[in-house]
């Protein structure tokens, strides 16, 4: 089954830095990765997906790059705002029955 | 707001309790799960349905058992739990088949925060 691991287990940055979360999957026949974003004692909500026939993605500060061959891909936001402030999860699957999720980022964005 | 509703949002039981968590979406979508998420984890994928018919049970203990009543209902019956099936119970739905881009993101409740005394 797909293995999805996930680094760094713990971000801080400043707030307007940008921050970069990584990802890798070990199931060659993924081909679909969202992107969730969880605040404390919420559920977690989808910020960016992405499908393995496209290398990168961008919504506003959030962008997704895949790099297919080396089955990695990262989750970039610019301009970072104490909002941001969350845990991450990067995602991995072929289909969602076999969906697999790294183990998350906490992200903490300091004014 | 959140178009998955789940209820209740807090559940507390004893170990030889009943009891039913409940999961209702209105968006059309064919395909219902339910996650399982322990402090500070990433979700933990339970069961699928898939156009009302189980699909994948991740090999979850018999205490836990679902039911798909209609497209629009998800439920978790739960029976003789134990202290370490405390945890928060999220139910998701997607459409089925994906969209036309293939992408076919999880839509999330806000969950059931179980406690087993």
């Known amino acids: 089954g797909e293995n999805v691991e996930q680094h760094p287990s713990t971000l801080s940055v400043q707030e307007g830095d940008s921050a970069v979360i990584k990802c890798t999957y070990s199931?060659?026949?993924?081909?679909?990765f969202p992107w969730y974003k969880q605040e404390l004692g919420k559920r977690p909500q989808l910020i960016i997906d992405i499908r393995s026939n496209v290398g990168e993605k961008k919504d506003q500060r959030i962008a997704v790059t895949l790099n297919k061959t080396a089955k990695h891909f990262s989750l970039h936001i610019t301009e970072t705002q104490p909002e941001d402030s969350a845990v991450y999860f990067c995602a991995a699957s072929q289909n969602n029955n076999d969906m697999r999720f790294g183990a998350g980022t906490r992200l903490t964005v300091k004014p | 707001d959140t178009e998955v509703t789940q209820t209740p949002k807090h559940l507390v039981m004893g170990m030889t309790n009943k009891k039913s968590l409940k999961c209702e979406q209105h968006?059309?979508?064919?395909?219902m799960y339910w996650y399982k998420q322990k402090a500070k984890k990433p979700p933990e994928l339970m069961f699928v349905?898939?156009?009302?018919?189980?699909?994948i049970n991740e090999s979850v203990p018999s205490r836990f058992s679902p039911e798909c009543p209609n497209s629009s209902l998800l439920n978790l019956h739960l029976h003789a739990l134990q202290p370490e099936d405390s945890a928060l119970y999220l139910c998701?739905?997607?459409?089925?088949?994906?969209?036309?881009?293939?992408?076919?993101?999880?839509?999330f409740g806000n969950g059931t925060r179980l406690t087993v005394t």
């Open positions: 199931d060659s026949a993924s081909n679909y």
């Open positions: 998701a739905s997607s459409q089925e088949p994906p969209t036309s881009r293939g992408l076919r993101p999880l839509h």
């Open positions: 349905y898939s156009y009302e018919k189980l699909s």
């Open positions: 968006m059309g979508h064919r395909a």
